[in-house]
């Protein structure tokens, strides 16, 4: 039994010494290499579950800063910038609201019966 020496600790002997001496390569295989491992190690780092969490968390906030600055905000200023989106929106909401529900039902029979 040998003693243990440096890190490698193996009776087979590695075809290649790692990591290699990037000053004595060249440029294009300093690139193959460089290539090589930012690939392999993008596919070891990737979560895509977790990714795709924080797109939709992401898009969920985003999404509902943007409505309440639009529909609810205050913005203390004399004309408020988005008082026609509002006013649409909420009369849009507003027929079916208990009040307003059975308007669309009260029609002029006369009108649609006798149309000229």
């Keep these: 039994m040998t003693p243990l020496t440096g890190v490698y ?3 087979y002997k590695p ?3 790692w990591p290699p ?9 300093q690139f193959r290499f460089e290539r090589r491992y930012k690939r392999r190690v993008k596919l ?6 977790w990714d795709k969490f924080i797109r939709l968390a992401q898009l969920f906030s985003v999404t509902s ?8 905000m205050d913005w203390n200023t004399d004309k408020q910038p988005f008082q026609g989106v509002r006013d649409k929106f909420w009369g ?16 002029d029979i006369a009108s649609i019966t006798n149309p000229k």
Excluded: W
């Design 65 to 72: 800063v943007l409505v309440y600055s639009v529909l609810f």
């Design 21 to 29: 001496d990037f000053s004595k390569l060249s440029e294009k295989e």
């Design 92 to 107: 849009t909401l507003g027929a079916f609201s208990p009040e307003q529900r059975y308007e669309r039902r009260n029609l």
């Design 44 to 49: 070891a780092t990737s979560r895509p579950r």
């Design 9 to 11: 600790n193996s009776r």
């Design 15 to 17: 075809k290649k010494v």
